[in-house]
């Protein structure tokens, strides 16, 4: 092991362990790497072992968006013929949106996933997929740290209004201090000058982005006959396996 400050360990020894579950999540096998080992190392490794170890023929890699990075399926491509099946980051899925791309609200009218194709992912299919409860859940989130954000720089706010808080630079640096505490800085306006201070909500951003809230796109190379859109879902929930087990280690 080796000491790491990653993950918040500062001063403290880790170790990292690689699991390996059946698709119901029971453990098979478990590899332990030393704490200092790199992800990219450790990743490449684990692969090679289980494949290795277990004689697979076939294999397809699943893994959330900090597992199975754009870097690692360059180096899966590069290396190896095996299947991913991961999903995408926040700015490719508004990429997947913008000027009328395949990514529309209207594909989930009637179903919460459908399958799309993009030429940004040749070889590969796109599964989006809609959770009604977790877009309720973020635009609810994100309407509270709004909140919350207007709350904390009302004292400013008012201290300029009174007086007791004046000149542009001393102003500025008043708010910026509080400003993104709530990391909701991207969805306001500040207007500041010598004597006044106002805010104001980007309503038009914060509609796009509330448009996309409950959607997730999930990226693979297996064929559908094979795994269908379903299976395809199914398969990366069922990450939900290895966290589980991770937390009863």
Known sequence: ???????????RS??????????????????????NTAHPTAFSDAVKIVRD????????????????TSARIDALRAKTDLGWLTALRAPAIKALVAT??????TLFDEQDL???THPDYPGERLVACRNPFLATQRARKRSELLT????????????VNA?????ADQIGLKVGKILNTYKMAKHLDVTITDTSLSLTRKSEQI????????IYVIRTTVPADTLDAAGVVGAYKNLAHVERDFRTI
Request: a neutral charge; proline letters at 7%; hydrophobic letters at 45%.
């Open 1 to 11: 092991n080796a000491s790491s400050s990653r993950a918040g360990t500062k001063n």
């Open 14 to 35: 880790q170790i990292d362990y690689a699991l390996f579950p059946d698709p119901a999540g029971r453990p098979v096998a478990i590899k332990v790497f030393a704490g």
């Open 53 to 68: 170890k277990f004689k697979l023929t076939q294999m397809v890699m699943v893994g959330d968006r900090g597992m199975i």
């Open 100 to 105: 009328g791309g395949p990514l529309q609200p």
């Open 114 to 116: 459908a399958e799309i």
């Open 148 to 159: 919350a954000t207007e709350t904390i720089l009302a004292p400013v706010v008012a201290a």
């Open 163 to 167: 007086g007791r808080l004046s000149g």
């Open 207 to 214: 509609e796009a982005e509330a448009a996309l809230d409950g």
